[in-house]
Each structure stands twice: as structure tokens, then as C-alpha cells.
């Protein structure tokens, strides 16, 4: 297991297409973190999965986000009708429930631009 | 907001010297984990002190917590040119669901070589 895989590296889209990313976690890390990040800030919290279950999602993801772990596996994030706000780096992380001593591993993440 | 604060934001030394870094935060942690993020990549962990630890050590790496305070700092000794990038930490507050980190703006780090 070679860590946290995000796909696509970078999208460009035009403004009100829909985007979908896609997020690998480390296979025995049953939970999984989405962060957006844009320049010169920290990462900003979107939401958490623990297995399949979504169990925390933060004010910032509007309606036009959602987010799926099916079979409690890989994560996809939607954004639909893309805004240019939605330019962001878009980061996942995973972690294991039982085990706080390494933290989370967070993948090199999907970059966005929407033009 | 629960996010850590760093001070500074900026940062710039010379190759070997030492940097340090400091974070402060709100309320009750169960722990408090430093980040680094090179440009334009995800973050990496470096190093987790839990709220009963006062000092830890990793490598170059030095974090200490002082929870009467609600602050931790981060030291890097020694100091090389990969060692510019972003710092942030991170801590882990208590109580029930509170599974997420939260990340302040960090400390941009650059050493010159």
C-alpha cells in the first residue's frame, strides 16, 4: 500500500459543469477526511466518513457538494454547477479509529480550476 | 473558531540555525499534531503529543505542549533547506464526535541555503 491516492492530480472545468474526484485511502484506515484548501490558507474541514457512514459535514459543503464512501472503501466528491469559489485544492486523508499515535495521512490532492 | 493558531506566519533562517515554531489553541485537547505541507502538495504528519505529554521528541524535531497555556511551539534544530515549507498544527479537541482536525493558517518556513 504506496499511502492515500487522489485521481484526478488536476482538473480544469468551465463554470457550472459538474466535477468528481476520487480518493484511495490506506486499506485499513476506516476513516476518511475531505479538505479544501485555497492558497496562503490552512485546510478547511468538508466533511468525514467513518466506514460507509458520513458522519460529519461542515457548514462550508454546500448543496451543490456530496460526498459517498460506498462499501466503506474509496470516496468520491461531487461539486455540481462549479463556481469560480470552488477553485480550491482539494485534499483526503485517512486514519484508523483505534490509533491516534500516527495521525492522518493525507494524499497530494486534486487541484481545481474552475474558468 | 477551533482551529490552532501558528505565530509567526513567516519565517526565514539560515541553513543550521534553528526554527521555532508556535501554536495556540481554544479549549480541552486530546492531542495536538503538527503538519508539514510542501508547495502545492498534501501534508504530511510529523509528530502527535498527546495532552498528558509536556515534551516530545522526534529526530530534529522537538514539540512541546503546555496546557495551562493552551499553546505547543515546534522546534526544528539544525535546520536545512528541505526543511522550507508550511508548518501547521492541528489539535484534537475533546469530547464526543470530535474526530476532525482543524488547521489554522500555518508558518511558512524557509531556510536559506
Known amino acids: 500500500d504506496t499511502g492515500v491516492s487522489q485521481n484526478p492530480r488536476h482538473k480544469i472545468t468551465k463554470r457550472g459543469q459538474n466535477v468528481t474526484f476520487r480518493c484511495d485511502p490506506i486499506?485499513?484506515?476506516?476513516?476518511l477526511y475531505w479538505y479544501r484548501q485555497t492558497l496562503g490558507q490552512g485546510p478547511e474541514f468538508l466533511t468525514y466518513?467513518?466506514?460507509?457512514?458520513?458522519?460529519?459535514k461542515s457548514r462550508l459543503l454546500s448543496d451543490r457538494f456530496s460526498a459517498e464512501r460506498p462499501k466503506g472503501s474509496f470516496s468520491t466528491l461531487e461539486i455540481q454547477r462549479t463556481e469560480q469559489g470552488d477553485s480550491a485544492m482539494y485534499l483526503c486523508a485517512s486514519s484508523r479509529i483505534e490509533d491516534f499515535s500516527y495521525g492522518y495521512t493525507f494524499g497530494s490532492g486534486t487541484r481545481l480550476t474552475v474558468v | 473558531s477551533q482551529q490552532g493558531e501558528e505565530d509567526p506566519q513567516a519565517l526565514s533562517i539560515q541553513e543550521g540555525e534553528n526554527a521555532t515554531m508556535n501554536c495556540s489553541y481554544k479549549t480541552s485537547i486530546n492531542n495536538l499534531q503538527w503538519y508539514r505541507q510542501n508547495s502545492g502538495r498534501g501534508l504530511v504528519h510529523l509528530i502527535l503529543i498527546r495532552s498528558n505529554e509536556r515534551e516530545k521528541h522526534s529526530g530534529r524535531l522537538r514539540v512541546t505542549l503546555d496546557t495551562s497555556k493552551k499553546s505547543s511551539s515546534l522546534l526544528i534544530t539544525a535546520s536545512r533547506a528541505a526543511d522550507t515549507a508550511s508548518y501547521f498544527c492541528a489539535p484534537l479537541y475533546s469530547g464526543a464526535g470530535s474526530y476532525q482536525l482543524t488547521f489554522g493558517k500555518g508558518t511558512k518556513l524557509s531556510v536559506i541555503p
Open positions: 486499506s485499513e484506515h476506516n476513516r
Open positions: 466518513f467513518q466506514n460507509e457512514a458520513q458522519l460529519e
